[in-house]
């Protein structure tokens, strides 16, 4: 069971908008900075938002991140094919002293 | 362009001990916390193990406290990973990862797979 709580699948037409949750608690989101990573199949984990909403150099504007309370979103525009993949939200937990993850939520777009 | 390269993993038996490798170039290595990230088949990223730039700190997932030891060679660019006592649970793709900061990891290796069975 991981320590965020992301959803297991959700899907989307090309061209459309897509958000991604990712829930946790005071000790992680609320009071630390999340982060968002895109893992395509067979690839390594490839960082895109930092810091909440920061976008690393050379991710395209289409990927937004935003935080409120103890809950964070990715938001994807203008999905492509190339799009799906698994995303990870991630932060530093103060209690757990520990880097943690959501369980992933796999993009599918029809 | 950072490049991080595993090496290391294979086939161990339960109780094994086997040395992870993460070698880097395209950084100033010395300046860097680097972190190992597994994946176990099928399943979500789990943050494993930590240590900062100059080796001083060190941190570790409960799940590995006692079992896995990190350590660096600044002066060859490569992250080591000690893992004795593996258990069954320890298999998985394990990655290197250079530390953003903010929490965040920005680099990663492209892997290597270990595999705890009899």
């Known amino acids: 069971q991981s320590v965020l709580t992301q959803p297991p699948s959700v899907s989307a037409a090309p061209g459309q908008k897509v958000t991604f949750s990712c829930s946790g608690s005071s000790s992680n989101i609320g009071n630390n900075y999340v982060a968002w990573y895109q893992q395509l199949p067979g690839t390594a984990p490839k960082l895109l938002i930092y810091e909440n909403n920061k976008r690393l150099s050379g991710i395209p504007d289409r990927f937004s991140g935003s935080k409120s309370g103890t809950s964070a979103t990715l938001g994807i525009t203008g999905l492509q094919t190339g799009d799906e993949a698994d995303y990870y939200c991630g932060a530093w937990d103060s209690s757990l002293s520990a880097w943690v993850f959501g369980g992933g939520t796999k993009l599918t777009v029809l | ?118």
Request: hydrophobic share 35%; proline share 3%.
């Open chain 2, 1 to 118: 362009e950072v490049q991080l390269l595993e090496s290391g993993g294979g086939l161990v038996l339960p109780g094994g001990s086997l040395r992870l490798s993460c070698a880097a170039s395209g950084l100033a290595f010395p300046t860097f916390g680097l972190h190992w990230v597994r994946q176990a088949p099928g399943k979500g990223l789990e943050w494993v193990s930590g240590i900062s730039g100059s080796g001083s700190s060190t941190y570790y997932a409960d799940s590995v406290k006692g079992r896995f030891t990190i350590s660096r060679d600044n002066s060859r660019y490569t992250l080591y990973l000690q893992m004795n006592s593996l258990r069954a649970e320890d298999t998985a793709v394990y990655y290197c990862a250079t530390y953003y900061g903010s929490g965040s990891f920005n680099s990663w290796g492209q892997g290597s797979l270990v595999t705890v069975s009899s």
